[in-house]
């Protein structure tokens, strides 16, 4: 049966009638509702719905007509009560997103006129492309996306370089600048130590470390794994020094890398003689034997932060930081108990774990990567869970803990394990709880291995800062909490991963003789672009995954989101058109 | 080319639409400016070709409506013979300097506007908009559309035409749509604010009139009821504006956007009179009651040309009161879906700027290139037809124009030029 409600003079207009339409149709009860300003149009489509009422056309223009065809007589105060409501609350809530998202370069340029740095993650073959055209722009680039052919991260370097640009990357995980987290990164406190280093966890363990002991950061240029390779030739990792050679609010150079191409190695280290700032080198895998002139050369990432922090101060920088008492107690063994398992998900940890322990094997301290494996000798492995063969459609260890819980529990089965070696990395990017992630399966292993008569050790560092958006106090505990034994630092969990095997690493007491100055003169100016790069708040085009905007919104840092698309949506053919369209 | 670039011919084009200088200054039966209605039994469509056919029902009861509106059929059963047989010609009403709504059938006597672009001097023609309910270009041919019709042709339309006569050089388009683009319209969903514009500017002739009182009364009755009588006008700009600046025949601007129910058809500055079609989409929207997405009938209307001029869905943000017909959404969501529309567009024109978006410039130049690049498919705002004949309007809401269109627009430009 039909029921109309007439509100005299309550306009509304036509597309809000349609929507509360639509709202009341959907209540139980109700055979049909129609709700329209009283108009003779309206009234035919009234009609037409088999709703047309007396009172509907007596009703007026300006007169609000609700329709109601229900057999429920009751329902009709429901619905009124509900059309009120409706209208009373027409306001919709929509959460800003507080930045721009736009699809094209022009729009990004237009929406960010002053931009400097171009974050890319997009896939890597269309990566070197995206970097071009960003370097065209005048931007410098920061380079996450990998699978970017040597050729072309050659070409785009010599490019950048020659118009007064930096390139950081491809395959750049990690960058800090002027306090902004970049990618994989963790919030560390502004200071007077700068970084440029060629390898993402190398970067994030020296910065939080120098964060824990209470310095800073002033910024952390990563450069990609291969900079420091042939044919590179560390063009950026050349141009990031100088940068900070002149950045007066960076008082410390720290560099880091895995052991570089020897000609490459002699030039950067001669550009490094030339500096008037205090230097801190770490070349992973190379055991230095002193220092020289104003470079320190450190042998683990913990040391180099050491160092950089001692140097910052005004302290005398020590002979050796390494060595210790790592000893633990009742650290019981069963017959066959031997070998170590570490299971990484940062590389250059993993590659420090490796080093060290060929160290202490009287291996030599070159790191080898085999499917992964940058350590396999009788039973003792060093395992990168982030090498390509793990991440084959799958997300990086530091993201998803399934690779690596599968790991621990295989580990946790064989009987030769003494010791399960982990590393927990925080920061921007990384998983939200990883220790609540990964603490079932090593509660699992040391369990199963109880069973079996065996104490299984798990000895773990977290590279992170109390500033994290993971806290790093909370994630310590925890892994205490369940019997994990935490280090400070990868060096330090290494070494006590050793001493449970009764292992240990000799270090070399360094000291300090003068420097050798070539007699070559570096240029050590920067364009203008590089000058502001280091002396300003950055402001970011992010090309790609929007993940990355967290750190800048976090920060405040001035930013635009370009979801990027492959151009014509990746058909060839049209993007070959669009190109001949010029 | 003539040009050393395509930026630089798009700019060529674009620039000829900012300079442009719209006039409504006539109403005319159809065949006093379209000669092919002269020649016998002729209909013009919108939308691409087309044949009797291929139409879907709103289309065709337009022409059946058309039909009997002529004189040339006494009955439904009659009219449908004669366009299935072959006795009408059809023509689209792009081909001879008109756009017309939805169905866009015009016929030989009905009263079109004349809007003059001075730069140029070329005309565009459009119908007049006969209000909402049982109307011919939702395909409804009742008695009462047809004495619509009449009424349009005999009063409304000479009425009309008379007062502008009075004025000194008909009215401004371009000032009414910059007062009206600030005051919430946005030229194809919403037209309230441009049609009491208008309302306001034509009645101090109309009242100055020698004519029946009655007939006064009814025609400023209609005016003043009709929300969207001012589409029509805008469309016939749309249409002046844009074949002025489709005089330079480079580039990649889109200078043409309509739909026949079954194709979308585009036309770019390089591609001159060639229509480059894809299939058309179905409308999204809000629907009257008793009708569902499912009695929507397929994109169908010549004011798409309101989109290639920039407005209408182009320029979502500057009508607040529409918004929520994209998606559930609100103002975020309309300044989302203009902004989304920047980034396919040459420039943004200054001549209409919108308070709402900050004062930018609405939409200018479509530019194909950059339609096929991003795969962001313009955004069209649109009544929405029911499918069968007769049955008018059930709804509206948005729909896309097919990427194909452009794609196809951009291969066939890339052979012309000889580069693939």
Known sequence: ??????????????????????????????????????????KDIFKDAGLHTSELEAAESNDMAIVVDTDNADMIDTVLEKVEQYLNDQSISNKKQ???TVRTWDKAVDALPNANVAMISVPGEYAADEADKALDRGLHVFMFSDNVSVEDELRLKQKAHDKGLLVMGPDCGTGILDGVPLAFANVVNKGRIGLVGASGTGIQEVSTIIDRLGEGVSHAIGTGGRDLKDPIGAITMMDGIRALENHSATEIITIISKPPAEHVRNEVMELLQSLTKPVVAVFLGEKPEQYEGNVYQAYTLAETAHIAVDLARGNEVKADYNSGDFSVENASLKEGQKTLKGLYSGGTLASEAAVLISDALGLGTHIKNEEGYVLKHEGQEIVDLGDDKYTQGKPHPMIDPETRSK??????????????????????????????????????AVAKAKEGGRTLHVVATVCGTKNDPQSYDNHVKQLKEAGVIVKETNNEAVRTALSIVGLQVEDNQKKHVEGTKSDKKFDLSVSEDIASLVSERPRVINVGLKGFTGALADTGTQFVQYDWRPVAGGNARMAKILSLLK | MNYKSMDEANKAVVDKITGSAPFLVNVVPAKEKIKELNDGKVLLHAGPPIVWNDMTGPMQGSCIGASIYEGWASTEEEAEKQLASGEVKFIPCHHVNAVGPMGGITSANMPVFVVENRTDGNEAYCIMNEGIGKVLRFGANSQEVIDRLKWMQDILGPTIAKALALTEDGLNLNVIIAKAIT??????????????????EISPYIVQLDMDDNDRKDVIQFLADTDQFFLNIAMATGKAVMDGARTIQDGTVVTAMCRNGKDFGIRISGMGDEWFTAPVNTPQGLFFTGYSQDDANPDIGDSAITETFGVGGMAMIAAPGVTRFVGAGGFDDALATSNEMTEICVSQNSNFTIPTWDFQGACLGI?????????????????????KAGMGQVGAGTVRAPKECFEKALEAYAVKLGLI
């Not at chain 1, 295989?410 to 990017?429: M, N, P, R, S, W």
């Not at chain 2, 530019?367 to 499918?387: L, Q, S």
């Open chain 1, 98 to 100: 507080g930045f721009e």
């Open chain 2, 183 to 200: 005051m919430g319209d946005e030229f194809h969903q919403r037209n309230i604010a441009s049609s009491l514009i208008f309302l306001k």
């Open chain 1, 407 to 444: 790991f621990i529990e295989q580990a946790g089965d064989d009987e030769t394990t003494a010791v399960i070696l982990l590393d927990f990395v925080l920061g921007y990017g990384s998983h939200d709880d990883m220790a609540s992630a990964l603490l079932p399966s090593i509660n699992k």
């Open chain 2, 367 to 387: 530019d194909a290139r950059k339609v096929v690049e991003t795969g962001i498919e313009p955004v069209i705002n649109t009544g929405i037809a029911h499918k």
């Open chain 1, 1 to 42: 049966m039909l029921h109309t409600i007439i509100k005299k003079n309550s306009y509304q207009d036509s597309i809000n009638l349609m929507l509360l339409t639509n709202s009341i149709a959907t209540m139980e009860g109700l055979n049909k509702v129609q709700i329209m300003m009283a108009t003779p149009a309206n």
